[in-house]
């Protein structure tokens, strides 16, 4: 996500839908037909790019997990990766 900081305005319109701002959606990389996720904390409300706020959730969730595997570099990643592969041809 880009670290950009500036302020835009839309106007809420009568069924309650808001037009993205262009600048707004090339700073989040959203493009039609993307979804955006609604983080609402007391007062302020972030909009996010959802593709980019699950990705971020489930890093959060699976952090610690490759030191409990024992894939400490990328390495040890990438040769688990290729015996799974030989692994799974075998079948």
Excluded: H
């Amino acid at each position: 996500m880009s670290t950009t900081t500036f302020v835009n305005d839309a106007r809420v319109m009568s069924k309650g839908q808001v037009t993205i701002p262009k600048n707004v959606r090339a700073a989040l990389g959203i493009d039609t037909g993307d979804r955006v996720t609604f983080i609402v904390d007391g007062n302020n409300v972030r909009v996010v790019n959802s593709a980019v706020y699950a990705l971020m959730r489930f890093q959060d969730q699976m952090s610690g997990e490759a030191d409990k595997a024992g894939l400490l570099s990328e390495e040890d990643v990438a040769e688990w990766i290729t015996s799974s592969r030989r692994t799974r041809c075998k079948r």
